[in-house]
């Protein structure tokens, strides 16, 4: 019977100590903050390369749609890889492909052969964020869990807080070029400490013969094909576009299809056997409202200085890396301390409620907001980054089994892309809807013959006449015009907070259903006055 449960549960996850613990620590930094740096700047970056390009708008976004859909394809089964054949061998040969890659796309103009680099720049990409993690797991002491996760989690928030400011200076100062040149130098570099850090671990020939090459394919083309018709729906209007349907539709069959070959394959890879755990469904729920909480520091503060304020990435940016990613360096510290003596979920609780003050305070922006308006919400995301990844992820492996690391990071991967390109997607689909309907009441306001419209008209039309009487009147049109769009605009913006605030509301709900951990590694060991009251309670404290 136990055999049966192992086979239905995926394969047993082993590895040996790294002979250099530092080394694979520091390829755990390279490799993930190269991954999500090298996503954002290509998001943030997008409209330079498509002057650069010369592409067009549909271009350029099927560009951004192909380089992020094929990490999100190859990512969940890049643990089942390095389980099989090794760290070295899943992240030695594919660092340098990459840096090769990223050196040759800046000189192509051919756009096809643009796309088709960009998807294997892509898959490639997605291997070093899930593989580094697979480090921690198999080949570091379990002393060097905690911190080595710690990078692993920070790397999101800062990555997302100093993207715009790299992409400014790269773009200002050195060229658009190191956008992708950054992987040469980077890439290369985690591979050797990859090499000096993990240890040379044969190839698992009994896992290979029993491989579930259909799961894999499944899992990753139908979470790849619904972010594609997300990410796609609000350019090419949802429901109306044929392609989109396409996409939502054949993604969902093959998800469908890759839980009945789970359920019938004699070694299946990722058996949704390992979910049954209520700590670790609510566990993967929480992480999903993290990364749609979190959108507003991602996207509506930045989003809101570009789109009202005028303000390019380099400029926005300074706000994000003063007062969002150089707080982490004492912040990630401090929470560490916080896991180590307390429970995880006082710690969610924290991060939550930070999130949840910094998008109330959201709601009350006016078109009148600077740059230096939104520090406070800035330091506040910043507070709820460093509380809440880390011990969100802490609290799935105290409950998980770490034998089965390999088939529960399929599922950490989907949750970690695709949760956060789809809350992405599906935000600027909510600003834009918002926008519109907005659009359309501020503008059942402005009657034809109001007094105030007529005033205002009146008012712009005298401004302009200097300048010509002849286009005076269709100048002051356009202008009262583009204030009722900079307040729709401003509007949806506070809408976008709002529901961020009920996204971390709603968070905080969860939590609440979550049960302690059982005893293990990650068990908070309790000090002070703490370690008192449970010895005269007569508990054991380690």
């Known amino acids: 019977m136990a055999e049966n449960d192992d086979a239905d549960r995926g394969p047993l996850s082993r590895g040996s100590v790294a002979p250099q613990p530092l080394f694979a620590v520091a390829a755990v930094l390279l490799g993930s903050f190269l991954a999500n740096f090298d996503s954002r700047l290509t998001t943030v970056g997008l409209p330079d390369l498509r002057g650069a390009f010369s592409l067009s708008f549909d271009e350029g976004a099927w560009l951004s749609t192909a380089g992020i859909g094929s990490q999100i394809f190859i990512a969940p089964a890049v643990a089942w890889l390095a389980t099989v ?8 040969i594919p660092s340098l492909a990459y840096a090769l890659i990223s050196l040759v796309i800046p000189f192509v103009h051919d756009y096809p052969t643009l796309l088709t680099l960009s998807v294997v720049h892509g898959l490639l990409l997605g291997t070093f964020v899930p593989a580094t993690l697979m480090i921690v797991f198999r080949n570091l002491p379990i002393r060097w869990w905690l911190p080595a996760i710690s990078i692993y989690s920070i790397r999101v928030g800062f990555a997302l807080d100093t993207s715009s400011s790299l992409v400014g200076f790269y773009v200002e100062h050195l060229g658009w070029q190191w956008l992708y040149w950054q992987g040469v130098v980077i890439a290369p570099l985690m ?12 190839v698992n020939r009994a896992l290979l013969r029993e491989a579930d090459w259909g799961g894999m394919l499944l899992l990753g083309a139908g979470v790849a094909m619904i972010y594609a018709g997300l990410d796609q729906g609000n350019r090419l209007d949802w429901l109306g576009s044929g392609t989109v349907m396409a996409l939502l539709a054949g993604g969902a069959a093959l998800l469908a299809a890759f839980l009945i070959n789970e359920s019938l394959v004699r070694q299946p890879w990722a058996h949704v056997n390992v979910l049954f ?6 566990g993967l729920v929480l992480i999903l409202l993290y990364t749609l909480t979190s959108l507003s520091n991602a996207s509506l503060v930045p989003n809101f200085l570009a789109t009202i304020t005028q303000l390019r990435p380099e400029q926005s940016g300074m706000l994000l890396l003063t007062y969002g990613a150089l707080p982490m360096f ?10 180590r003596h307390f429970d995880p979920r006082t710690a969610v609780i924290a991060g939550f409620a930070c999130f949840a003050a910094a998008n109330l305070w959201g709601t009350q922006l006016t078109h009148d907001w600077a740059r230096e308006d939104f ?28 034998s089965r690391a390999t088939s529960f990071a399929a599922y950490i991967q989907i949750m970690r892309l695709g949760g956060a390109e789809i809350g992405v997607a599906l935000m600027g689909t909510w600003l834009r809807v918002r926008e519109q309907v907005h659009s359309f009441y501020l503008g059942q306001n402005l009657g034809v013959g ?10 712009l039309t005298d401004q302009f006449a200097a300048h010509g009487t002849g286009s005076a009147q269709a100048r002051a049109v356009g202008t009262l015009a583009g204030f009722v769009q900079r307040e729709a605009n401003v509007l949806a ?12 509301v709603a968070a905080l709900g969860v939590i609440a259903l979550i049960t302690r951990a059982p005893p293990g590694p990650f068990t908070p060991a309790p000090f002070g006055f703490a370690k008192t009251v449970l010895r005269k309670c007569g508990m054991q404290v380690t």
């Open 450 to 459: 109001d007094l105030d419209v007529v005033g205002i008209l009146k008012q």
């Open 277 to 282: 755990s209520r700590n670790i469904g609510l």
């Open 375 to 402: 520090i406070g919400i800035v330091l506040l995301q910043a507070i709820g980054q460093a509380l809440t990844l880390l011990p969100l992820i802490i609290t799935l492996l105290s409950n998980s089994d770490p």
């Open 85 to 92: 054949f090794g760290l070295r061998r899943v992240l030695g």
């Open 330 to 339: 004492v912040l990630v510290p401090f929470s560490i301390w916080l896991l």
């Open 191 to 202: 591979g050797l400490m990859v090499y000096l850090g993990t240890p040379n671990e044969p």
């Open 493 to 504: 913006y506070i809408d976008g907070f709002w529901l961020c605030f009920w996204l971390a």
